[in-house]
């Protein structure tokens, strides 16, 4: 099996402390992942058919927050030529000018900002320690270069659907769509401790669902231990090391062939920190763009 999702945490860092996120109550140490293990995770990929994987590099952390990025990205374009795409996910609150123009000129081919609202007061009130209008200003720079420089990025708006929020729904679509984009709605999950989930309160006295994320992603995190949860933000169910194991090794070993049988099964009451999770004991879902 080969993943359909790769997700590389090149820094578990974040400048924000978003109100539905569980960052703050991760116990992992809080570090820029070394080059050697980098280079480890993606010498582990070579002369694997990637050409139907898309590959982010981002977790838990905000991208940005690692200095080398983009440089990141682009050893990843160089090294694995043939992955569908290369991508982050940021909040770009620390996007400047410097660095959209490192990004540009990176390899990235998609981008997504998280950006929840039309105006400060919601935004303010979701991504704490974020500002708006830094943000709207930050965005709309990067998407001027883009088209002036004709990258062919792809660029996703993505908002999280509340009860304030969805009023701008259609505000928030007139607002960007000139600007080429694709938009992802998405409605307020729990992300098993972060709260404020819109979905209905989970019954953990029986699984009711198999989770699809050890059959489709793999999770590097930032000390080079993996896991396969894109919710595991502590990564309590490890599958392996990328310092020691490739991602064949990984994504098709005992420890992740386990975890499979058991959601299959559903039962999963044992296993942390699935058996807490609104995903497969609930309705929550990650929707699609």
């Not at 050697?36 to 139907?52: E, P, Q, R, T, Y």
């Not at 990025?69 to 620390?94: D, F, S």
């Not at 059959?215 to 930032?222: C, D, E, L, S």
């Amino acid at each position: 099996m080969i993943p359909e999702v790769i997700y590389i945490e090149t820094t578990n860092f974040c400048n924000a402390n978003c109100i539905m996120c569980p960052h703050d109550r991760m116990k992992r140490k809080k570090i820029v992942m070394e080059d050697s293990v980098f280079h480890k995770i993606i010498s582990g990929m070579a002369g694997i058919d990637l050409s139907n994987t898309q590959l982010f590099l981002h977790k838990e952390g905000e991208p940005l927050c690692d200095n080398n990025i983009a440089e990141r990205i682009n050893y990843v374009c160089k090294k694995l030529p043939k992955v569908k795409e290369v991508g982050i996910n940021t909040n770009a609150m620390l996007l400047t000018e410097t660095i959209t123009e490192k990004l540009l000129n990176s390899g990235l081919n998609l981008i997504f900002f998280s950006v929840d609202g039309t105006s400060k007061e919601t935004y303010d009130a979701i991504r704490i320690n974020c500002h708006y209008d830094t943000v709207e200003k930050n965005i709309k720079y990067f998407l001027k270069e883009r088209k002036r420089q004709k990258k062919n990025i792809r660029v996703v708006m993505q908002m999280l659907l509340t009860d304030d929020t969805k009023k701008q729904k259609e505000k928030y679509i007139e607002k960007w769509e000139k600007y080429n984009v694709e938009f992802y709605f998405k409605e307020m999950h729990c992300y098993l401790d972060g709260g404020n989930s819109t979905f209905v309160e989970p019954d953990f006295s029986k699984q009711i669902r198999c989770c699809t994320d050890p059959f489709r992603i793999i999770v590097y995190y930032a000390d080079g231990s993996v896991g396969a949860c894109c919710w595991d933000y502590n990564n309590e169910f490890v599958i392996g090391d990328a310092r020691e194991l490739s991602l064949n090794e990984l994504f098709n070993g005992e420890r992740i062939a386990y975890l499979r049988k058991k959601q299959q099964e559903l039962e999963c009451r044992d296993i942390k920190p699935c058996n807490r999770c609104g995903r497969v004991y609930g309705y929550d879902k990650i929707s699609e763009y």
